[in-house]
Each structure stands twice: as C-alpha cells, then as structure tokens.
C-alpha cells in the first residue's frame, strides 16, 4: 500500500527556513514523479514543486522560486521541501504527493500535509 | 498559466439527488483535467481523471464528462459521505499544474 508521510512544519518567522520531508513506502520512489503541494487556511490547493523520477527534471510555481528546493533521496525514500526566506504568504499545510501512474500528473496518492507557520 | 473556474461556490442537496458542477478552463486543456475531493480535515483524493476515467476503487456514482474548456463532474446517489470540497485540476499545459477554487458540496 501507498504510504506518504509529511514532516518537519512549524512555527518560524518571516524570513526564516524550514526543511520538510516526505517519508514514502509501499513503492519504489525511483520509479515515480513527486510533487509539492499546498492549501493556505481555508483557501484552494496551489502546486509548489515536482521532481522527476531521477531528480534531473525539477519545476517550481513562481511564488516559490530561488526560495524553495526540491530534492528527493530515492536510497531512503524520501522527498524534501527546503524553504528559505519564508514569507507569512507561505504559510499552509503542505502536501507531497505522488503521480498516480509515471508520466501522468494526476496526483494519486498523498501525504496528509504537514503545517507551516509563518508569523512573527 | 491556465486558470480554472469552478461553479458553484456551494451546492446544496439531499440525498439520493444529483450533483453536477462546472469546470470552466480560460483556454483549451484538451481531455486532461481531474477531480479530487477533499473532506474536512483530509488530504484531497483524486476522483477522476483525463476527464472521465476513475481512479482505483472510485465508486461508479462518480462521472465526469466535457472536453476543451468545459467539463462536469458528476455524482449521482448521493450519499452523505460525500459532502466535502471538489477541485478540478489542469495538466494539458504545465508547468505550473492549476487548480480550480473549488466547489463545496452540502448534503
């Protein structure tokens, strides 16, 4: 079974950094493109980020570039969300989420979102 | 950027009846758009996706139709389990992928 498990949120002020993980397990990561997700309270889901399989293909959303870096350690099934200069905007449940099948970006499986907090 | 515009904002009705809502795309996004739900407290489910295929263990309740730039999801029977919030989302033209504001769903 498809298992995803977000961590690292919390409260940091503006400014500051933060580094999420992702923990996957029931599939082999390697084989799958991962995605970045997040939902300010009580608003809509805005796409963050996505890494290919490999790591060699890596796209973000404009509100988050040359602040946010995906990574992903596919050894130890694990995905990364490293956030610098964190804004009060920034401030969601963020989801990492997996491509339902390779090369399709519907996103099939998902964590259940790890709380950033951003205020001062 | 593709934007995505759901209606309505809220849809409210009892159970057994049907639920259509709108998914309308500010340009052409051929068949690749999906449906997910999202209840109170959870992270959102992909419901369907290339406009009409289910995703695994989907019930058969759940449809989706259109092409281009209008699309429907639609529920019919419904039941209470599926109050919760739907979101369209576009993958013809990415990056970035978008998402419509939602509708949410009352029953």
């Known amino acids: 079974e498809v298992h995803l498990v977000e961590s690292g949120g919390g409260l940091v002020q503006p400014g500051g950094s933060l580094r999420l993980s992702c923990a996957a397990s029931?599939?082999?990561?390697?084989?799958?493109?991962m995605t970045w997700v997040r939902q300010a309270p009580g608003k809509g889901l805005e796409w963050v980020s996505y890494?290919?399989?490999?790591?060699?293909?890596?796209y973000y959303a404009d509100s988050v570039k040359g602040r946010f870096t995906i990574s992903r350690d596919n050894a130890k099934n694990s995905l990364y969300l490293q956030m610098n200069s964190l804004r009060v905007e920034d401030t969601a449940v963020y989801y990492c989420?997996?491509?339902?099948?390779?090369?399709?970006?519907?996103?099939?499986?998902w964590g259940h979102g790890t709380l950033v907090t951003v205020s001062s | 950027e593709v934007v995505l515009t759901q209606s309505p904002a809220t849809l409210s009705l009892s159970p057994g009846e049907r639920a259509t809502l709108s998914c309308r795309a500010s340009q052409s996004v051929g068949r690749y758009l999906a449906w997910y739900q999202q209840k109170l407290g959870q992270a959102p489910r992909l419901l369907i996706y290339e406009t009409s295929t289910r995703a695994p263990g989907i019930p058969a309740r759940f449809s989706g139709s259109g092409s281009g730039t209008d699309f429907t999801l639609t529920i019919n029977g419904l039941e209470p389990e599926d109050s919760a919030l739907y979101y369209c989302?576009?993958?013809?033209?990415?990056?970035?992928?978008?998402f419509g504001g939602g509708t949410k769903v009352e029953i």
């Open positions: 989420a997996r491509f339902l099948y390779y090369g399709l970006p519907d996103l099939g499986y």
């Open positions: 989302q576009q993958r013809f033209n990415w990056p970035p992928l978008t």
């Open positions: 890494t290919s399989g490999s790591g060699s293909v890596i």
């Open positions: 029931g599939f082999t990561l390697s084989s799958y493109e």
